[in-house]
């Protein structure tokens, strides 16, 4: 079986945990059946063309993959028996833009190959918001609520990854199931143990996301509260800062020069291993949260926008950036240092809910 992955290719390791959970669990429902796992560079579509995976430049690849007949080359949305987006922001709309009506692989990946496939079946699996961090769901344009009806009528099977997303769906006369991020699985795709609590993890973003939709977003704030809590907690305990790009490894080392810091660009399996060894995490980025509690480790995702709300969706807590202070920061490391009432069992509980979740909705197939 033929299975082509929109996701992102050597680009953003949470994007790799996620895919690599979906395909255990693709794995788990197939078991009779052998898999054949072909990725999509979804910020370079034409990455869906054999031959052209080398192509990362979205602004020029799109003028070339116009130039050339979809079918004069060997492309993977045409060959394949399922088509998958994996996990990732699927609906979002901000006042003067960026619109998910607009995203740049909807039109040339489903529109114009996907609906040529005859045969194949569109699965939108743990599709999640981006918004801001108490959005409501209701800034969708017309245009987007186009796109979402769409997108969800030509998916054979829709999951979502965060409440709001449901809600978005709802807005139109949609619904489908809130199941926590298939990232949770991710470890299990290669067996990957728990091996010990050997260090603290924290990861610090500016602003504590990528994006301000134009919050006011406290900046100066936030680095000072956390640079506080960082030299107290250092005092007691070995921290090491998990960096996803090397932007937060200049940023961790502003925060203390002589940081402990790992960083292996685009190695999503040394970062599982490095997460299996955690005792637990203060993080920004909420993929890292969710690979430390797959092994039962517990976390708390300070954000500015609807992803970090994903943690409720596993037993974890959230907080918005400009709410939190050194003191905060100080009674959720006791929390956390105290098992987070329990957390290892509590995941137990929920991991085996997902997955059970995530097969009925696949038996559909």
């Known amino acids: 079986m033929n299975i082509a992955i929109i996701t992102t290719v050597d680009h953003n390791v949470g994007d790799d945990f996620v895919r690599e959970g979906i395909k255990y669990l693709l794995r788990q429902y197939f078991k009779d059946k052998t898999l054949e796992f072909q990725n999509i560079h979804k910020h370079s579509p034409i990455t869906s063309r054999h031959g052209f995976e080398w192509f990362r430049s979205y602004r020029f690849s799109k003028r070339v993959d116009k130039l050339i007949p979809i079918r004069m080359t060997k492309d993977r949305i045409l060959e394949a028996d399922l088509v998958v987006q994996s996990g990732a922001p699927v609906y979002w709309c901000h006042d003067g833009g960026p619109h998910c009506s607009q995203n740049e692989w909807f039109e040339p990946l489903i529109r114009k190959r996907f609906q040529l496939n005859k045969n194949g079946k569109l699965l939108n699996l743990a599709g999640g918001t981006c918004q801001r961090y108490f ?11 186009k796109y ?30 809130v ?53 107290k907690l250092k005092k007691n305990e070995n921290i090491i800062f998990a960096c996803h790009n090397e932007k937060e490894v200049e940023e ?19 970062y599982m291993k490095f997460y299996s060894k955690a005792k637990f995490g203060i993080m920004n980025r909420v993929h890292g949260a969710y690979i430390m509690a797959s092994f039962g480790k517990p976390s708390i995702i300070i954000g500015n926008d609807s992803r970090a709300r994903m943690a409720e969706n596993i037993g974890l807590k959230s907080y918005f950036v400009n709410d939190v202070d050194s003191d905060l920061l100080g009674k959720e490391y006791e929390y956390l240092n105290s098992g987070a009432e329990n957390f290892n069992e509590r995941l137990k509980e929920i991991k085996e809910k997902a997955y059970t979740d995530y097969l009925e909705a696949l038996s559909v197939l």
């Open 148 to 177: 979402i009806k769409e997108f969800y009528s030509l998916s054979k099977i829709t999951t979502l990854r965060d409440n709001l997303a449901n809600v978005v769906l709802n807005n139109v006369g949609l619904d489908a199931p």
């Open 252 to 270: 961790a080392k502003r925060i203390d020069p002589d940081a402990k810091i790992f960083y292996e660009k685009n190695d999503y399996l040394k």
């Open 179 to 231: 199941i926590p991020c298939a990232s949770i699985f991710a470890i299990d795709e290669y067996d990957i143990k728990n091996s010990g609590e050997d260090y603290v993890v924290v990861n610090y973003m500016q602003g504590g996301a990528h994006f301000t939709f134009g919050q006011n977003i406290n900046f100066e704030k936030w680095e000072k509260e956390f640079k506080d809590f960082y030299s």
């Open 135 to 145: 959005s409501k769901g209701d800034e969708f344009c017309d245009s987007c609520h």
